[in-house]
């Protein structure tokens, strides 16, 4: 850019139009050498995406101690580790800043986490960041499928957190699963897609503890045709997390429901403490007089209407966000499921049943693909939501919710 700048300056003499023309030229080029630079990176990332894949397909159902002992001698752990490192320095720089702060990583090594900002601002960015990510994802499965062919230690001894600056994020981004093979155990590793990172608690232990486990047919099985469900539960749970409001609301449930519980308690001893009888509008009643009249005592009266407003209003929001993060998972799963049946003779099968095109978001898509009529899809839409009100009207525990805010509204 520089020399660029005193060619033109030397074609076009001295002076403001001049300068002016050298400045274009220098951001001219600073944007092409940007460019090349980006597309250098990601094909190199590309490349070494390719090359960690091939040598994991080669330690696949191996038998031979030969190719993992070739790939430990060429390799070696340090290679590896220092890939994981620098691909760091691109797709988490204030990671490696932080750790240069406590002193974990030196200044020389984090030197290279400077020219990186810790916000992507555009998509070229934050796509080139995950490719970054991706690999050094790959890179840790390759590593810690060699560790298991290791028999010097070398590996195993590196598995800290100032050998590998993010172990921990990449532990917690790559599954493992346990494959027989002739009667031998053998772990394929592989990325945790990121979706799955939205999967609620309550999915996990429903699904420890409703899988048939009775051998290890029945268990795949059961635990296969789960996939549906699961795949769109964590779907509609990326959908709340990316909207701000309902993303508030989901972090806050815990919250609103112990102060749920504790306004009750709280409106309770009040009403038990200054609900008394009133005698001659005192609250002094003789032991001759009737009493007749009983209301909570001044001062007292307007703080219970306020904590019982507040208490409504708690509970108009335990159901509505009921139906938002649970109940519709829960009524687009058996609608799915039940498109999948034959269709029965009974009354209830007949009026909750919907075809496949209906039932399915896949089939929905195709169908809007298709250029189906618009009165047509109005009409198929107009059915699954009335079949779907249908099926929150059959929620027990949407109704115990429910009997729970008509009282509070009452009260």
């Not at 300068?19 to 944007?31: G, P």
């Not at 204030?94 to 900002?117: H, I, N, P």
């Not at 010097?152 to 532990?171: C, P, S, V, Y």
């Amino acid at each position: 850019a520089h020399s660029a700048s005193q060619m033109v300056s030397l074609k076009l003499g001295y002076g403001a139009p001049n300068t002016q023309a050298a400045d274009m030229t220098i951001e001219m080029v600073e944007d092409n050498l940007d460019s090349a630079m980006s597309g250098f990176a990601h094909g190199v990332n590309h490349l070494k995406a390719a090359t960690i894949t091939c040598l994991l397909s080669l330690l696949e159902c191996v038998d031979e101690p030969y190719i993992p002992g070739r790939m430990l001698e060429t390799l070696g752990p340090e290679a590896l580790r220092l890939n994981m490192n620098n691909l760091l320095l691109r797709y988490n720089p204030a990671l490696v800043r932080e750790l240069c702060k406590r002193g974990e990583v030196s200044e020389e090594e984090a030197l290279g986490a400077q020219g990186y900002s810790d916000t992507s601002h555009t998509k070229a960015e934050e796509a080139e960041r995950q490719q970054a990510r991706q690999v050094a994802q790959q890179f840790y499965i390759s590593y810690i499928t060699l560790s298991t062919f290791d028999t010097t230690g070398k590996f195993q001894a590196g598995m800290t957190r100032l050998k590998i600056w993010d172990l921990e994020a990449l532990h917690n981004t790559v599954g493992v699963v346990e494959v027989s093979r002739a009667g031998v155990l053998e772990k394929a590793y592989f990325i945790v897609p990121s979706l799955c990172e939205y999967l609620t608690e309550a999915s996990k232990r429903r699904i420890l503890t409703s899988v048939n486990r009775a051998n290890l047919q029945t268990m795949l099985t059961d635990f296969s045709e789960s996939f549906d469900s699961l795949f769109e539960e964590m779907k509609h749970q990326a959908k709340l997390q990316e909207n701000t409001f309902l993303n508030f609301f989901r972090l806050t449930l815990d919250w609103r429901e112990k102060v749920f519980f504790y306004n009750a308690i709280l409106i309770n001893l009040l009403l038990l403490l200054f609900y008394n009888y009133e005698c001659n509008k005192t609250f002094i009643c003789g032991d001759n007089e009737d009493l007749i009249h009983y209301r909570i005592k001044p001062g007292w009266r307007e703080l219970v209407v306020v904590l019982s407003c507040v208490q409504c209003l708690f509970a108009m929001t335990r159901q509505w966000w009921y139906v938002i993060e649970l109940g519709i998972p829960m009524i687009n799963a058996k609608i799915v499921s039940n498109s999948k049946r034959p269709l029965a003779k009974s009354l209830w099968a007949l009026v909750v049943w919907l075809p496949p095109e209906l039932a399915d978001p896949i089939h929905q898509h195709i169908a809007r693909q298709h250029g189906t009529k618009t009165s047509s899809l109005a009409l198929s839409r107009c059915r699954l939501h009335a079949v779907k009100l249908i099926y929150l009207c059959t929620d027990f525990k949407f109704w115990t919710i429910t009997a729970q805010t008509v009282v509070n509204v009452l009260a």
